[in-house]
């Protein structure tokens, strides 16, 4: 039995707030593909690289508020906030996980500037 999508996005938040590169390149399907207003990466390795060398901040935490499970297992929405290291918000997100086969296949991000 694969783990639920529920499963795999808290895991993905960990592996991303913790630097777990690795850990997060085997949460996510070859073929994974993330989708948010500025661009798209495509591919586990672009979305990996990008996340460990081109990110604009790594010194961040997700707050979760929400996760919202669908009746399949393969999809979750998560709402929640980023904070920086002094604890300040820097935007609101809601993300639209797709997982497959026990991997994240798919990622969807919204933002909003905080209120």
Known sequence: ????ATYLARQYYTAVDEH??????DLLDPDFVQHRGDMTLDGRDEF??????????TDTTHVIDRYIQSKSDDEIVVRG?????????LFVFLDRFRARDGKLA????FTRSPN
């Open 1 to 4: 039995m694969h783990p639920d």
């Open 20 to 25: 777990g590169y690795d850990a997060l390149r």
């Open 48 to 57: 990996v690289s990008f996340m460990r060398d081109d990110r604009p901040r």
């Open 81 to 89: 906030h980023l904070e920086d290291s002094a604890g300040d918000e």
């Open 106 to 109: 798919e990622l969807r991000t």
